[in-house]
Structures are given as structure tokens and as C-alpha cells.
């Protein structure tokens, strides 16, 4: 019983992590894809690229989120910190790349940065756990 407890304990900051992570990716895919047309032409990305954005960020968020209940999380939360770090790199290569608006450019980049964030407490989250 005091396994479970501390494993709990040691766990909890990666679960957490996981789990807002997924809410708030969720969140952004639903909006990207419910208005992928007035976005588009506020960033400079395609109408399809929104949607399609945001239907990886709803497939991400149901993944993490199913997966931060899994009862060994370790591998899942590096795994997922592993993905927000490709995406902090991707989010970078797609400012230089494309020609985006002023605009566009901003919400890549932040959302490169909650990327890293994200990444960031991920790993601290797996590092606590014994």
C-alpha cells in the first residue's frame, strides 16, 4: 500500500502536466477547427491547415490525456514531452519557411514556447518519479 502511495505522490506532477496539456490542446483544436476560415486569414495558414491543426491537437489531446491515466505513466510522459518538443522545433521552421502574417508569426511562436513549457514540466513531471 505505500507503493501506491508514493508512486501516486511521485506521479502526480506528470499526470498534471499531461492532463492540462491535453485540456488546453483540445480546447485549441476545437476552436481551430470550428473557425479554421476567420483564423486562416488572420495568420496567413491555409483554411485546411487550420482544421487539419486542429484536428491533430484534438487527436493529441484525447492520446495524452487517455494515456496520463495510464497506471505506468513514465513512457507516456516522455513520449509526450518528446512530441511537444518536435513541435516547439516544428513551430520554429514553420516561422522561417512560410510567409505568414505578423499574427501568424506571434501564435507560432507561442505556441512554441507552451510547447516548451509543457515539455519542460513533462520532464521534470518523469524525472520525480522513483
Known amino acids: 500500500m505505500t507503493t501506491t502511495l508514493s508512486t501516486r505522490s511521485s506521479d502526480s506532477l506528470l499526470r498534471m502536466a499531461m492532463r492540462v496539456d491535453a485540456v488546453l490542446s483540445g480546447l485549441c483544436g476545437i476552436v481551430l477547427m470550428a473557425a479554421a476560415g476567420p483564423i486562416s486569414g488572420f495568420t496567413g495558414f491555409s483554411k485546411a491547415a487550420e482544421f487539419t491543426t486542429g484536428a491533430v491537437f484534438l487527436v493529441y489531446a484525447v492520446a495524452v490525456f487517455l494515456a496520463a491515466g495510464l497506471r505506468r505513466v513514465r513512457t507516456a510522459g516522455i513520449v509526450t514531452a ?3 518538443l518536435v513541435f516547439t522545433v516544428a513551430a520554429v521552421v514553420v516561422v522561417i519557411e512560410l510567409d505568414l502574417t505578423t499574427a501568424g508569426v506571434v501564435a507560432t511562436l507561442g505556441s512554441g514556447v507552451y510547447t516548451l513549457v509543457f515539455a519542460d514540466l513533462q520532464y521534470l ?5 522513483k
Open 125 to 129: 513531471g518523469v524525472r520525480r518519479i
Open 82 to 84: 518528446i512530441a511537444n
